[in-house]
């Protein structure tokens, strides 16, 4: 008979969002007439770049005719598309990264996840708590990782706490780990990583032979200039670090779905042998064997991010969603509850009040006010007592969840 990974069956009882959705669909189901505003998953909403649907548009007539059809695409990606962000996204910026070095996928989930793939299961694997969900399960599903405790922590993965009592900066470790999940700025907490910071988890990190994985998503909306936009901005990271970016939250692709991974040929890892291995050349043949590309429509759009428009479009785009952050973060204030971040990132970090779990405040806020947000104990056992807002809605939609929230 076959069997199954039983690996998946040490998984919580539900991902964190469907457990959301669930819930939420009962709450509408009861209460049809209910009017609900969602700014919990950070789901963009609004439209896609003009010049983005533009190249997308004349991308869709290349396919029209045979001198200019497409067909399968490189699986690193398109040479034109990576050229322009190793120019426009790590060159601009003082970082050694070539264009070769950079492979475009369809999401930062799932290079994040599908990174395991090249990576021993005897490493050490160190999270920050509260922490993007993925990092956690997609380990749990390759074994890394043993049965949850009383905290919902799962055996065999360290875990560092980001809490206000530490300014929402992890310790790094007095012992050796081998690969460390860091996500600046961070979801669910919106902190942000002086360079100062990053520079000691490098220093670190090439002490003891770890490998950094740097998601990188958000980092279109640091308006700090003292904040770094990449790991690579830090001395020595090429040898220790592979970064994530995603065209989802700059330009609103989460439903086109493009994203990159930056993998730099000078970084390696040991084999059993003890031999040094380069793992650019592991994590191309992993994505030429399981993965086909991303389309050369949406390459394409991808591609428009980087024109004279693009750039101001997107510019536009952020700012927008970062106003929507700043009422966020002035009308909770205002009401007297203790939030962070917002500033340099979408998201808002709610202290919950009078001692409610985030759980609780999650129901209370669906049931009272209508308003759907993010429970911190979903990110991890640090993330109880706190709740995630997303930013990532209509400016209408945002005033008028604050007005039934502050009431």
Request: net charge negative.
């Amino acid at each position: 008979m076959a069997t199954v990974n039983d690996h998946y069956l040490k998984l919580k009882a539900g991902y964190l969002f469907p457990e959301i959705a669930r819930r939420v669909s009962a709450f509408a189901e009861a209460n049809p007439e209910a009017p609900l505003i969602k700014l919990g998953i950070g789901d963009v909403t609004e439209p896609l770049p003009e010049a983005c649907r533009q190249a997308m548009i004349q991308a869709v007539q290349d396919l029209g005719s045979r001198d200019t059809f497409k067909g399968y695409g490189p699986e690193q990606g398109y040479a034109w598309l990576r050229e322009k962000i190793a120019t426009h996204d790590f060159q601009a910026r003082g970082c050694d990264i070539d264009a070769s070095e950079i492979f475009i996928s369809d999401g930062s989930k799932c290079d994040t996840g599908n990174i395991l793939d090249i990576f021993g299961d005897n490493n050490t694997i160190a999270v920050t708590d509260p922490v993007y969900p993925v990092y956690v399960d997609t380990n749990v599903m390759a074994g890394h990782t043993g049965s949850t405790n009383e905290r919902g922590e799962y055996e065999g993965l360290v875990y560092l706490p980001i809490t206000a009592e530490n300014q929402f900066i992890a310790e790094i470790p007095s012992h050796k780990v081998d690969l460390i999940y860091l996500c600046f700025p961070n979801n669910p907490t919106g902190s942000v990583a002086t360079k100062a910071h990053l520079q000691a988890w490098v220093n670190y990190a090439r002490e003891h032979g770890s490998v950094i994985f740097f998601d990188a998503a958000y980092e279109a909306f640091i308006s700090d200039p003292e904040i770094p936009h990449s790991i690579y901005e830090i001395e020595g990271a090429r040898n220790c670090a592979i970064e994530f970016r995603s065209f989802s939250k700059n330009a609103g692709f989460t439903g086109t779905r493009c994203a990159l991974t930056v993998v730099p040929k000078t970084l390696t890892a040991k084999a059993a042998d003890g031999t040094d291995v380069e793992l650019w050349k592991l994590w191309n043949r992993r994505q030429s064997t399981k993965f086909n590309g991303v389309s050369y429509i949406v390459q394409r759009g991808a591609e428009a991010v980087y024109s004279e428009a693009g750039q101001a479009q997107i510019k536009a785009l952020v700012n927008f969603y970062l106003d929507n952050a700043q009422i966020i973060r002035e009308q909770l204030t205002a009401a007297g509850l203790q939030v962070y971040g917002g500033v340099n990132a979408p998201y808002v970090w709610v202290q919950t009040p009078n001692g409610l779990s985030s759980w609780d405040f999650f129901d209370k806020l669906l049931h009272i006010c209508h308003v759907v947000g993010t429970p911190g104990s979903g990110f991890g056992a640090a993330g109880e007592g706190y709740f995630r807002i997303s930013a990532f809605n209509s400016r209408n939609n945002v005033e008028t969840a604050m007005q039934r929230i502050t009431q």
